[in-house]
């Protein structure tokens, strides 16, 4: 999805004029608190005016009030406008994507030829045609150069390089293939070489092209515990001031001072929220919209809420704090062993190894594996809990793994484990590289080492999130030497090293415990349980479909590093809303100070002290607020929709920052308005 930053297109804006007027129903309003009352306030003042054109004489000139009555409607189009300028945003984007999920041919492999016929064995009569619509869950279909994938699914045989612009907006193509954990394609993508076989993973119309338009176009939004709560607090605010305004009328009785039902009201609007009241859903809309413009889809705005208030950060080592693809760059023999029968069982031993690591030992190895003629050969996958992989063939056993995993197999079966073998695996882990002992019927034969790179720039990136008060910890399967020599030279705060699903699991749960929210990144079918337990849980959208149903957002870049830049959205989601929130209340009393001198000025002299405004009348003070108030809702609109800038400085200091800039300059902009519109106004009243 490609970004557009202008924030006000003409046909966005179009549309959301339209929908400005469509919101004023009633059954719409009635959801913001703050907004309903101003738009009972505005048919209150509606019936006034009525009533003065009948012939009503104490409640103020008609003119004065049509004024009154018309500003007030304004106001609600423009907290109107607000919320529906993010929508249409949104909506744009859908529009698009939308585009990209037209019906589209498939090629169904018959189900009869699934288990009986390798992908490139298979034939034009083993193909039905069909659409996209007709897919179901668990059937299986073929892609070649130039097929749109039609469905979501996994590749289950074969190996493409994928054209995913339609879907991230990136035109570099990626590789998808079977096994591992990139695995997974998107419905609309385009395939641009070899074949692939895939198996459908979702229902029609339940793909992720779907439920992406659908959170996209806001139809899925729910608000969010704080916006929730913040509502009630507006409300509750809103409840007082209709108690404050309500006691002025016997106030007025005592002091001989008539009010007009245009001055309770223009007072009443001026001193509840409304600014806040009608931006927030705007804030809340824009967030995700911030984030889909990073290319996370979220399935919920309190994911992105939740981002901001994240304490601990779980991230994978290969991939995102290393460059990933570690390259087998040396082989360590143990004493007595021939290089020949070493690179005989390394590369037998890595044959069914799909990883870009299994694939670049036998590259170092330099042999092809068709020469060793092997029979009733069996291959042992790697595994969490294994931490080996091999093959077994002619009662021989060949495993490559972890070295403990290989020490364990070794000492049960009566060997020992060569010192020399042990030396190297050390010096290897103390240099950041990774050990990979292979033995051979349960003796060790050598080591192959590993070696990954740091990326660069990510040291500054964790210090970044160390300002703001976020404790980073790195996951890797490695033990524990090469695990901490890492996080050292990497600069996070904690790791944990030689890692197993459950040892993910047990590590969010701790934390939670103690009080502390986690967010995590993963892709793979083992990270599922831990990605689903986490607060914030980030699923690559190359994963498998296991991890993207367990997230609670999907990176559609597949960027690990996406995870810091989605804290930081979080936390500008968080503050924008908090500055606006403490904009709208401090500007109340500068609208105070306007309109209650101006109440009551005429029958208590002493008042004159609070006109610090000095403003020309009553009835331009009252107006001059009510506009101030109409106006100030657009000029935050571009603010609420693009975020306030955030810089990690840490929470005191944030505090204090917003506290100066927006409380502050809550306080002092609204006397300044607010004075500069009683001088245009006190020309026409």
């Known amino acids: 999805m490609k970004e557009n930053n202008n924030l006000f297109q003409k046909e966005l804006v179009n549309e959301a004029l339209k929908q400005s007027f469509i919101k004023l129903n009633p059954s719409k309003m009635f959801r913001n608190p703050v907004m309903f009352m101003v738009w009972v306030g505005t048919i209150v003042m509606a019936g006034v005016c009525v009533w003065i054109a009948l012939g009503e004489e104490n409640q103020g000139s008609l003119i004065y009030n049509l004024v009154v009555t018309a500003v007030l409607f304004v106001t609600l189009l423009f907290a109107n406008f607000a919320e529906a300028i993010a929508e249409a945003r949104g909506?744009?984007?859908?529009?698009?994507?939308?585009?990209?999920?037209?019906?589209?041919?498939?090629?169904?492999?018959?189900?009869?030829?699934?288990?009986?016929?390798?992908?490139?064995?298979?034939?034009?009569?083993?193909?039905?045609?069909?659409?996209?619509?007709?897919?179901?869950?668990?059937?299986?279909?073929?892609?070649e150069p130039g097929d749109i994938i039609p469905s979501d699914g996994e590749i289950i045989e074969g190996l493409a390089?994928?054209?995913?612009?339609?879907?991230?907006?990136?035109?570099?193509?990626?590789?998808?293939?079977?096994?591992?954990?990139?695995?997974?394609?998107?419905?609309?993508?385009?395939?641009?070489?070899?074949?692939?076989?895939?198996?459908?993973?979702?229902?029609?119309?339940e793909s992720f092209l779907d439920k992406m338009i659908a959170l996209v176009e806001g139809a899925s939004r729910q608000k969010t515990p704080n916006e929730i709560a913040l509502t009630i607090l507006l409300a509750g605010f809103t409840l007082v001031f209709i108690i404050v305004t309500v006691t002025l009328k016997p106030f007025g009785d005592y002091a001989h001072t008539p009010i007009t039902i245009a001055a309770f009201i223009s007072l009443f609007v001026c001193l509840i929220p409304t600014t806040i009241g009608g931006l927030l859903?705007?804030?809340?809309?824009?967030?995700?919209?911030?984030?889909?413009?990073a290319n996370v889809?979220?399935?919920?705005?309190?994911?992105?809420?939740?981002?901001?208030?994240?304490?601990?950060?779980?991230l994978d080592k290969t991939g995102t704090i290393t460059i990933g693809n570690r390259k087998a760059t040396h082989f360590h023999l143990a004493d007595g062993i021939d290089e020949k029968d070493f690179t005989k069982a390394v590369v037998l031993s890595s044959m069914a190894d799909e990883t870009p690591e299994g694939k670049s030992i036998i590259e170092l190895a330099g042999v092809d594996p068709?020469?060793?003629?092997?029979?009733?050969?069996?291959?042992?996958?790697?595994?969490?809990?294994?931490?080996?992989?091999?093959?077994?063939?002619?009662?021989?056993?060949?495993?490559?793994?972890?070295?403990?995993?290989?020490?364990?197999?070794?000492?049960?079966?009566?060997?020992?484990?060569?010192?020399?073998?042990?030396?190297?695996?050390?010096?290897?882990?103390?240099?950041?590289?990774?050990p990979l002992v292979v033995s051979e019927n349960e003796k060790v034969l050598g080591v192959v080492e590993l070696q990954d790179i740091i990326k660069p720039g990510i040291q500054e990136r964790f210090e970044r999130l160390r300002k703001m008060g976020i404790k980073t910890v790195m996951v890797t399967g490695d033990n524990p030497l090469t695990a901490k020599y890492i996080?050292?030279?990497?600069?996070?705060?904690?790791?944990?090293?030689?890692?197993?699903?459950?040892?993910?699991?047990?590590?969010?749960?701790?934390?939670?415990?103690?009080?502390?929210?986690?967010?995590?990144?993963?892709?793979?079918?083992?990270?599922?349980?831990?990605?689903?337990?986490?607060?914030?849980?980030?699923?690559?959208?190359?994963?498998?479909?296991?991890?993207?149903?367990?997230?609670?957002?999907?990176?559609?870049?597949?960027?690990?590093?996406?995870?810091?830049?989605?804290?930081?959205?979080?936390?500008?989601?968080?503050?924008?809303?908090?500055?606006?929130?403490?904009?709208?209340?401090?500007?109340?009393?500068a609208k105070y100070f306007a309109i209650v001198p101006a109440l009551f000025i005429a029958s208590i002299p002493a008042l004159q002290g609070l006109n610090v405004m000095n403003l020309h009348s009553p009835e331009t003070a009252i107006l001059s607020a009510v506009i101030f108030n109409a106006i100030v809702i657009p000029m935050l609109i571009p603010l609420a929709l693009k975020g306030v800038d955030y810089k990690p400085i840490g929470a005191s200091a944030l505090l204090r920052r917003n506290l100066l800039i927006y409380g502050l300059g809550g306080v002092l902009i609204p006397f300044i308005g607010i004075k500069i519109i009683d001088l245009l106004v006190s020309f026409f009243f």
């Open 91 to 143: 909506k744009a984007q859908a529009d698009s994507l939308r585009k990209t999920r037209e019906e589209t041919p498939a090629k169904m492999v018959k189900s009869e030829m699934l288990n009986v016929k390798s992908l490139f064995a298979l034939e034009p009569s083993d193909i039905v045609l069909t659409t996209s619509n007709s897919l179901k869950k668990g059937d299986v279909f073929l892609c």
């Open 161 to 205: 390089t994928i054209d995913e612009s339609a879907i991230t907006g990136e035109s570099a193509p990626v590789i998808r293939e079977s096994g591992g954990d990139k695995s997974s394609v998107t419905g609309g993508t385009k395939v641009l070489s070899d074949r692939i076989k895939v198996k459908v993973t979702t229902e029609p119309g």
């Open 281 to 293: 859903s705007a804030i809340g809309i824009a967030g995700m919209d911030r984030a889909l413009r």
């Open 297 to 314: 889809i979220t399935k919920s705005g309190k994911a992105v809420e939740t981002a901001g208030d994240v304490d601990v950060l779980l």
């Open 370 to 434: 068709s020469i060793y003629e092997i029979k009733n050969s069996e291959f042992i996958k790697f595994t969490a809990e294994t931490r080996s992989s091999g093959v077994n063939f002619d009662n021989v056993r060949v495993r490559k793994g972890a070295s403990d995993a290989i020490r364990n197999l070794v000492e049960k079966a009566g060997n020992s484990f060569p010192k020399e073998t042990e030396a190297a695996v050390k010096t290897i882990s103390s240099n950041g590289g990774t």
């Open 487 to 589: 996080a050292e030279k990497a600069g996070v705060d904690d790791f944990i090293a030689e890692a197993k699903p459950e040892d993910k699991m047990n590590y969010i749960k701790k934390e939670q415990s103690e009080g502390r929210l986690v967010a995590m990144m993963g892709d793979g079918t083992n990270d599922a349980p831990a990605l689903a337990q986490a607060d914030v849980g980030v699923a690559m959208n190359s994963g498998t479909q296991a991890a993207k149903e367990a997230g609670n957002m999907v990176d559609l870049d597949n960027d690990p590093t996406k995870l810091i830049e989605i804290v930081e959205i979080g936390k500008q989601l968080l503050m924008t809303r908090g500055t606006l929130t403490t904009f709208s209340i401090a500007n109340d009393v």
